[in-house]
């Protein structure tokens, strides 16, 4: 018997369409036609699922990286897409397309991005240990979508690093890979902090400042890296310290536009009432007023030493002696401080802070003198061992120094 034709089965029959050789890798798997709108197709919208369009880079040939994004890929897309985020309301014209573009995508939360969101807010080691830091960092995340894109990576970092292999464990009923879902949000928010780098304004400075910290935690969150000692590297290019002095260049080039309130994320008086419940340390790494003993002598010994390598007719010396000076200063107030955790955070880098371009040169190059230094300065980091991503860093610094 043939077949027949009903109008039932005419309904059901798939219709005949042009083949999409550009669409996104979703639907190709799923076997069906991609719309291929930009920068989300229309079939991954309603399933709440990633799509390749969202984080690639479109050039003339329409073909898509996912490695480091950088401000230079986005400037020479040729092919830009039209949707506005519900929330984006200003748009400042001193702003170009492509910006635009970038800053204005929707953000589509997930289950897991819910979970690593419920992560931040509740753990200690996060945001959990101040309230104020808290509020802040939500209210920066909700109207600027990259901030809240770096808060999730942070979570899933943790969750990575404290929490270990979860996929014979879910976390909260969920097995799957947090560090690639951690990834995915921190490689699209820096290719939007990137496309913004030379567009800071009033209304976006508050964002790029605490996108630019969290960024350079990122480097130091990852943990160490064969070659990397935070401010130098074996293959003498510039450690994570150039990341963080890029910190310092936003802060002191736009801090008048920056709200006070911004400055909660480094904590304060009520954090430092209310330290991080962070699990105990070995007795040898614990803080205490009286560890490490004798560090006066020790500097006293380095100060004679440093007149030595480097002379008062160097013009290098009055920098060498300034960062002495700040470092015996800080080594000071934190051994005989009785904060402990994230409140000794911004004593501790205050003096990387301050630390000179002549000392940061020497530093890359490996010069003795700025060894020494770096290495009195793990007595600071050292201190700050209970915080998840500094606790392997000091060793790791002086293995940096002596080999």
Request: charged share 15%; with cysteine; aromatic share 10%.
């Amino acid at each position: 018997m043939g077949l027949s034709i009903t109008p039932y089965t005419r309904k059901l029959a798939r219709k005949s369409h042009r083949n999409s050789r550009l669409g996104c890798q979703n639907c190709k798997r799923r076997r069906v036609k991609c719309d291929e709108i930009k920068p989300q197709c229309s079939n991954c919208i309603p399933h709440a699922i990633d799509c390749d369009f969202s984080f690639q880079s479109w050039g003339p040939s329409g073909s898509s990286t996912e490695g480091s994004p950088t401000a230079t890929d986005l400037s020479t897309s040729e092919e830009r897409a039209h949707t506005v985020s519900s929330t984006a309301i200003h748009q400042p014209p001193q702003l170009d397309h492509t910006s635009q573009e970038v800053t204005q995508r929707p953000f589509q939360f997930t289950a897991t991005d819910m979970a690593l969101f419920h992560h931040l807010l509740t753990s200690n080691q996060l945001t959990g240990w101040s309230p104020r830091a808290q509020q802040e960092l939500c209210r920066l995340g909700f109207t600027h979508h990259y901030v809240l894109r770096l808060l999730l990576a942070f979570a899933g970092f943790h969750i990575v690093q404290t929490l270990g292999d979860l996929s014979n464990t879910p976390y909260m009923g969920m097995s799957t890979d947090f560090y690639t879902k951690a990834e995915h949000h921190l490689n699209l928010a820096v290719r939007e902090v990137s496309a913004l780098g030379t567009q800071i304004q009033p209304n976006n400075s508050a964002s790029l400042y605490v996108s630019t910290i969290f960024i350079f935690l990122f480097s130091l969150a990852k943990g160490p890296q064969t070659g990397e000692y935070l401010a130098f590297r074996d293959d003498g290019n510039p450690g994570h310290l150039s990341l963080f002095l890029g910190v310092r260049s936003i802060f002191e080039l736009y801090q008048s536009d920056i709200h006070p309130s911004v400055f909660a994320i480094h904590g304060g008086e009520e954090e430092q009432q209310h330290p991080s419940p962070d699990p105990p340390l070995d007795t040898n790494t614990q803080h205490h007023p009286g560890y490490p003993a004798n560090y006066d002598d020790h500097l006293t010994a380095f100060r004679e030493l440093l007149s030595t390598l480097v002379l008062t007719s160097d013009p290098r010396a009055s920098s060498y002696q300034q960062s002495l000076d700040q470092l015996h200063f800080s080594l000071h107030a934190i051994l005989g401080s009785s904060g402990a955790g994230m409140s000794l955070f911004p004593l501790v880098f205050a003096w990387l802070y301050r630390l000179p371009d002549e000392v940061v040169y020497d530093l890359q190059r490996r010069e003795p003198p700025a060894l020494i230094l770096f290495a009195f300065f793990t007595l600071l980091l050292n201190q700050l061992t209970q915080v998840w991503f500094i606790r392997p860093w000091p060793r790791h610094i002086m293995y940096g120094i002596y080999c």
